[in-house]
C-alpha cells in the first residue's frame, strides 16, 4: 500500500500532471470556439458511436477528462449505458490518434476562423498530451523495474526461509525418528524387566520345594537319628534343622520382598522414562506442525504474490 501511494505522488507531481492541472486555464473564446466546432462536427446524419467520440474529442480539448456524463451533455445523445463501451473504445484508440493529426479535421462547412483556431488549440493539447504521455511512460517503466527488483528481493528472501524452514523439518524428523527408536527400545528393555519379574515367583516355588525336601531330608536324618541317638539328641537335632529351615525361609522372604521392591522400583523408572519419551515425542510433534504449517503459509504466501504480480502487470499492459 505505501508502494502504491509513492507512486500515485509520482504520478501526481510527474510534469505531465502538471500540464494536466493548467489545462482547465484555457481562455473562454476557445471553448466557445470548441464547442462551435464540435456542435459542426456533430451532423444530423452522424451515429452514435460518432458523436460520442467527437464529443470526447471537444471535452479533451478544454483541458477535461473525458468522463461518461461530460461527453453525453456535449453530445447531447446516448445513454450512459450507450456512451461507457463507445468511451472505452475511444481511450483505446486515443493514442493512435494522436500519431495521427488528421483523424481530428472538421468538417466541410465550419468557419475559418474556428477551423484555425480549434487547429491551434488542438496542436498545442496534442503537444502537451505526447509530452504528458512520454513522461508518464518512462515513470511507468522505472516504477516497473523498481517494482521487479524489489519482488526479486523479496523472493530470494522467501526462498531462502523455505529452505530453512525445509531444512528444521528435516531435523525435526529426524530427531523424532530418534526418540521413537529410543521409545522402543525403552518398552523391549521394560518387557524384558516384566519378563524377569515373572520369573521370581516361579523360582522362589522351586526353592520352597527344594526347601521342603530337605526338610523331609532331616526329618529322615532325625528319624534314623532317633533310633541311633537319645531321644534328646533327636529333639535337639530336630530344632537345630528346624531353626536352619526358619532361617532359609526367613532369608528367601527376604529376597522375595527385596524382588517386589526392586520390581516397584524398575517399573517406576520405566514409567518415567516412558512419560519422558511421550513429552518429547509431543513435543517434536509440535515443532514438525509448526514447521510444516509455516513452509505452507509461505507457499501460500508466494502464490497470492505472484496472483498479485499477474494482476498488476496486467493492468500495465492494459
Do not use: C
Not at 71 to 95: C, D, I, M, Y
Not at 129 to 145: C, P, S
Not at 243 to 250: A, D, G, L, T
Amino acid at each position: 500500500m505505501k508502494l502504491i501511494d509513492q507512486r500515485r505522488q509520482r504520478v501526481r507531481d510527474s510534469p505531465g500532471s502538471r500540464t494536466r492541472r493548467t489545462m482547465p486555464s484555457i481562455n473562454h473564446s476557445y471553448r466557445g470556439l470548441l464547442k462551435h466546432w464540435s456542435r459542426a462536427m456533430l451532423s444530423k446524419n452522424s451515429s452514435v458511436s460518432e458523436d460520442v467520440w467527437v464529443a470526447a474529442d471537444a471535452v479533451l480539448l478544454v483541458g477535461e477528462k473525458p468522463a461518461i456524463e461530460r461527453v453525453r451533455q456535449h453530445a447531447g445523445t446516448g445513454s450512459p449505458n450507450t456512451a461507457g463501451p463507445l468511451l472505452e473504445q475511444w481511450f483505446k484508440h486515443l493514442a493512435r490518434r494522436i500519431q495521427d493529426p488528421g483523424a481530428f479535421a472538421a468538417p466541410v462547412g465550419v468557419l475559418d476562423p474556428v477551423l484555425q483556431a480549434a487547429q491551434h488549440f488542438w496542436e498545442t493539447a496534442l503537444a502537451q498530451t505526447r509530452e504528458d504521455f512520454d513522461e508518464r511512460l518512462k515513470q511507468g517503466l522505472a516504477d516497473a523495474v523498481a517494482s521487479m527488483e524489489s519482488e526479486q528481493a523479496r523472493a530470494q528472501i522467501a526462498d531462502a526461509a523455505t529452505l530453512e524452514a525445509t531444512a528444521e523439518a528435516t531435523r525435526l524428523k529426524a530427531e523424532l525418528t530418534e526418540q521413537g527408536a529410543l521409545l522402543r527400545q525403552v518398552h523391549e528393555e521394560l518387557a524384558a524387566e516384566r519378563a524377569r519379574l515373572v520369573e521370581i515367583p516361579a523360582a522362589l516355588a522351586v526353592e520352597k520345594d527344594r526347601l521342603l525336601e530337605e526338610r523331609q531330608r532331616a526329618d529322615a536324618a532325625d528319624r534314623r537319628v532317633a533310633l541311633e541317638l537319645e531321644l534328646e539328641r533327636e529333639r535337639t537335632a530336630r530344632t537345630k534343622a528346624e531353626r536352619q529351615v526358619e532361617r532359609q525361609v526367613e532369608a528367601l522372604q527376604k529376597a522375595a520382598d527385596a524382588a517386589r521392591e526392586a520390581e516397584a522400583i524398575v517399573q517406576r523408572e520405566a514409567r518415567q522414562k516412558l512419560e519422558a519419551a511421550r513429552q518429547r515425542e509431543e513435543s517434536l510433534q509440535t515443532r514438525l506442525t509448526l514447521a510444516q504449517a509455516e513452509l505452507v503459509t509461505r507457499e501460500r504466501l508466494e502464490a497470492l504474490r505472484a496472483m498479485d504480480d499477474a494482476k498488476s502487470a496486467e493492468k500495465m499492459r492494459k
